[in-house]
């Protein structure tokens, strides 16, 4: 690997004043893309998209992205590539690399993704693993500043499992500056070296009331996660009372918002009432995924300067 490649697979791999200059770039091309002008930073670029997990926000986002930005998008799926026959990470990490500009991979276990960049050429981004997800922090943090202003000094509550999207919060309370309450069940507590660099920011709690208490933002994900699924029946139960409800809305301040990475589940980690009401921003948050991905892109690539 060269020693001048950039990574992104978790948010400690930027300064915060680089992730900052990604974000005010997503809401440019975000306000150019409304705009209906073509900003063809990534012309003739190729991104290689690895997926060991089923996708449709991340694979979207990264293809038209990548599209809006002049370049192209492979679909590389285990079924249909030689890692799905047992090929060793490093040995495809070479391949691809060498036939690609960056790549961008939704794996399993983080050990994996963490080996094909070490062996990688070219940038590789983290599109989801079993420990975080950092392109979907750069999403949350963009919509709560176009709705709230900046996240610096804010109280965020995290209602739900202990798992990737929270260690990305856990992250992203250093990096970004905010105070952050995780409430999950016994059990389901975030990962302690996760937490034990988080610089004090995080409370924990089991109790999701607790945590939504004066927040300016709550956020949940679905109880059972991919590759949990002969969890789900045990998973219901444990998970009882940490529905983000109304109610637990109402602790928050009163301009509190709502997020979910999605797919979501009305019913079991929130009630239809708050995903659909006034409060949440999903929707924005969704589609910043698209915007903050193509910033990222161009970031890794030296097109953002």
Known sequence: ???????????????????????????????ANARGERVL????????????????????????GMAQLG??????????????????????????SRMVDIIMIRAHHHADLVEFAAHSRVPVINALTDLNHPCQLLA????????????????????????????SYINAARVFGFRLNV???????????????????ITLTDDPRIACKDAD?????????????????????????YCVSESMMALARPDALFMHCLPAHRGEEVDAAV????????????????HTQKALLEFLLGALH
């Open 1 to 31: 690997m060269s020693p001048s490649v950039r990574h992104f697979i978790s948010l400690d791999d930027l300064s915060s004043a680089e992730l900052r200059q990604v974000l005010d770039r997503a809401r440019h091309l975000k306000a």
């Open 41 to 64: 930073t990534l012309q003739n670029r190729v991104l290689g998209m690895i997926f060991e997990k089923a996708s449709t926000r991340t694979r979207v986002s990264f293809e038209a």
């Open 71 to 96: 370049g192209h998008a492979i679909f590389l799926s285990p079924r249909d590539t030689q890692l799905g026959r047992g090929e060793p990470i490093a040995d495809s990490a070479r391949v691809l």
């Open 140 to 167: 949350d943090m963009m919509t709560f500043e176009e709705h709230r202003g900046d996240i610096r000094g804010k109280t965020v509550a995290w209602v739900g499992d202990g798992f990737n999207m929270c260690h």
């Open 183 to 201: 409430a999950t069940p016994v059990g389901y507590a975030p990962d302690p070296k996760v937490v034990a660099e988080s610089d004090g920011l």
């Open 217 to 241: 933002l709550v956020v949940t994900d679905v109880w059972t996660s991919m590759g949990q699924e002969e969890e789900s029946v045990r998973r219901l139960k444990d998970f009882e009372g």
């Open 275 to 290: 995903i659909d009401g006034p409060k949440s921003v999903v929707w924005d948050e969704a589609e910043n995924r698209l």
